[in-house]
């Protein structure tokens, strides 16, 4: 009898073996598909890669309740930075990934990019929106518009509403993102006759914007263009108002977020306007829903790189479904079934309508926002 319960056991075990069943399954039995994140969980940037992360999550559980082709999801913190980056990417890959959201800022991004070209794995960005990001990399794409595209469509929208304006800009010109939207904004605002009365420059590390933003009041600037991130936003921000300079700040999508930003007054944001592809009053369906979801388990609205991760989500399922890959699939066979549908394929999400990509990158039209009373409603 103990002879036949042994047989019995190592038959099972055999079983389980070729099976795998020690494996997550999805609601058909298949295995889940293995899509990783990374993005700044913690430090300066933390708000763009939680909110990025909170997206993403959200999508995952509404795909997962769908039944079908379920999701395992990952999320790695890589600080803003591309050696950290670039760990949380290998140990991604040791865990079995097989589709990469992420990262979410730009430098890391242009790291890690170069690895999963390498590896053949699909890559899909929220909100790294530098050119470099996909450049040369035929596996790599972007749900969030380019740095170029932001700068042009800032001073189109100048133009188009505030073409008398006198305009200083303030850049990082140590940052990849800063610099490639300002080079673009002040090569179309020439072409578009545009009044650039002060340029002024920081880096990373500054702290004290007194010469820049008093270079912009002595210049008579009544609108600054800041193609930078949050914080250094609200740094310059906190010197206007200490000297009672009340220009028109006008940002781009790494304003995002200066209402989340801890410490910050944010009733020194009222009246300051970003271009971004989300506006959380949006009175359609999905955009509602998504932000009543975002509100009830974070207590907060979303911004857009919350959105943008919940398309990249989206836009990774309506394509992986298409493939008629089983999640069993080579990471190199997904990679290369996955480009093809990017190539051809149309999407329309939280973020854009009807978004196609050429070279990795997405086109799809910017809107303006402002806030007002603690919010972001759209510009118009």
Same mark, same amino acid.
């Given at each position: ?276 592809? $989300? %506006? !959380? #009053? /949006?009175? =359609? ?10 509100? +009830?388990?974070? &207590?907060?609205?979303?911004?857009? $790189? %919350? !959105? #943008? /991760?919940? =398309? ?10 298409? +493939?008629?890959? &089983? ?54």
């Amino acid at each position: 009898m103990k002879k036949v319960v042994s047989i019995a056991l190592a038959l099972i075990m055999l079983v389980c073996l070729f099976a795998g069943c020690s494996s997550e399954k999805d609601a058909s039995g298949s295995e889940a598909l293995k899509i990783g994140f990374i993005g700044p969980l913690t430090g300066g940037a933390a708000v763009y890669g939680n909110a990025a992360k909170r997206g993403a999550e959200i999508a995952v559980k509404e795909i997962n309740a769908k039944g079908g082709l379920q999701i395992e999801f990952n999320a790695q913190d890589d600080e803003n930075d591309a050696e950290k980056s670039v760990n949380a990417y290998n140990n991604l890959m040791d865990w079995g990934m097989q589709i990469l959201v992420g990262t979410v800022t730009t430098t890391p991004c242009v790291a890690v990019s170069a690895e999963a070209y390498a590896d053949r794995v699909f890559t899909l960005t929220p909100s790294a929106s530098s050119a470099e990001v996909p450049s040369g990399k035929d596996n790599v794409y972007q749900i969030c518009f380019t740095d170029p595209n932001q700068g042009k469509a800032s001073a189109k929208y100048i133009a188009d509403n505030m073409a008398d304006a006198k305009i200083a800009v303030i850049y990082d010109n140590g940052s990849v993102y800063s610099s490639g939207i300002y080079q673009t904004f002040e090569s179309e605002a020439k072409t578009l006759g545009l009044n650039i009365v002060s340029v002024s420059t920081c880096t990373e590390d500054t702290s004290d914007f007194s010469v820049q933003v008093s270079d912009a009041k002595n210049a008579g600037a009544d609108l600054v263009f800041l193609p930078i991130y949050y914080t250094p936003a609200s740094l310059i921000l906190n010197y206007a108002n200490s000297i009672g300079y009340t220009p028109t700040f006008f940002g781009v999508d790494g304003m995002d977020g200066i209402l989340t930003l801890e410490g910050f007054n944010t009733a020194l944001a009222e009246g300051v306007m970003l271009l971004t592809p $989300f %506006a !959380a #009053d /949006a009175a =359609d369906e999905a955009t509602q829903s998504f932000v009543s979801s975002y509100q +009830t388990a974070y &207590g907060e609205v979303p911004n857009q $790189f %919350a !959105a #943008d /991760a919940y =398309d990249c989500i989206y836009a990774v399922y309506q394509a992986f479904t298409a +493939t008629g890959l &089983g999640t069993d699939a080579s990471t190199e066979d997904i990679c290369d079934a996955m480009c093809k549908q990017f190539n051809t394929m149309s999407f329309s999400g939280l973020t854009g309508q009807n978004m196609t990509w050429s070279a990795g990158q997405v086109d799809k039209a910017p809107a303006a926002v402002v806030i007002k009373d603690g919010v972001y409603v759209s510009a118009g």
